[in-house]
C-alpha cells in the first residue's frame, strides 16, 4: 500500500501512519510464513536426497553380501533369532489372553479368589477359541464347585424383617400429640 493512494482518500497524517503500521505488520508476519515454507521445501528436499543415497547403499550392499558367507550367515542367524522370538512373542500374548479370559470368567462365576480355583483347574484342557471364549472350563468349574463349595460366592438370602413392619403398633400422630400436651 502507498501513502500516494491513501493520501488521495483525503486522510489525515496521524490515519495514514496507523495505516502503514498496520499493513507493515501484516507484510512481516507473511514474509515471516513463506520463509518457514522456504525452509520446510529445503529440509524436504535434503531427506529425499539422504533416503535416495540410503536406498543406494542398500542396493550397494546387498550386490556385495551375495559373494559374501560370512554375511549371509549372520543374516540367515538374525532371521532365525527374529523367528524365534515373534514366536514367542505370540505364545506370549496367547497365553496372556487365556489368563484375563480365564480371570473374567471365574470373577464371572463369582469365585472368592481366583487364583486359589486357578490352581485347581487342569489347564491343559483349557482353551481359548477365535471368539475369545474359554472351552474347556463349565465341566472343570461344575466339578470344583461340588468338591470346594466355599470358594464360591453363592449370596446369602436373610429373612429379615423389621419390627412393626404391618403399621398396626402405630399410633396416630395426632392423638400422640394431644396426649403430650394433657
Known amino acids: 500500500m ?32 513463506a520463509g518457514d515454507v522456504e525452509a520446510i521445501k529445503q529440509e ?20 556385495q553380501a ?8 549372520q543374516l540367515q542367524s538374525l532371521q532365525d533369532k527374529y523367528t524365534k522370538e515373534t ?8 497365553q496372556t ?11 464371572s462365576a463369582k469365585a472368592r479368589n481366583p487364583k486359589t480355583v486357578e490352581a485347581l483347574l487342569d489347564m491343559d484342557k ?6 475369545g471364549k474359554l472351552t474347556g472350563l463349565d465341566d472343570q468349574l461344575d466339578a ?9 460366592d453363592k449370596g446369602t438370602q436373610s429373612d429379615y424383617e423389621p419390627g412393626g413392619g404391618n403399621g398396626s403398633s402405630d399410633q396416630d400422630q395426632v392423638q400422640a400429640m394431644v396426649d403430650a400436651f394433657k
Do not use: H, P, W
Request: aromatic fraction near 2%; charge should be negative.
Open 44 to 63: 524436504n528436499d535434503s531427506l529425499k536426497a539422504q533416503l535416495a543415497d540410503r536406498s543406494k547403499d542398500i542396493t550397494v550392499l546387498k550386490k
Open 66 to 73: 551375495k559373494g559374501n558367507d560370512d554375511l549371509q550367515s
Open 144 to 152: 470344583i464347585k461340588k468338591d470346594n463349595a466355599f470358594l464360591f
Open 2 to 33: 502507498k501513502r500516494d493512494l491513501l493520501k488521495g482518500m483525503n486522510l489525515t497524517e496521524d490515519q495514514i501512519d496507523k495505516i502503514m503500521k498496520v499493513n507493515g505488520t501484516d507484510i512481516e508476519a507473511a514474509k515471516a510464513t
Open 97 to 107: 489372553k487365556l489368563n484375563g479370559a480365564l480371570t473374567n470368567a471365574l470373577t
Open 87 to 94: 514366536e514367542k512373542l505370540t505364545d506370549q500374548l496367547a
Open 126 to 131: 483349557l482353551n481359548l477359541d477365535d471368539d
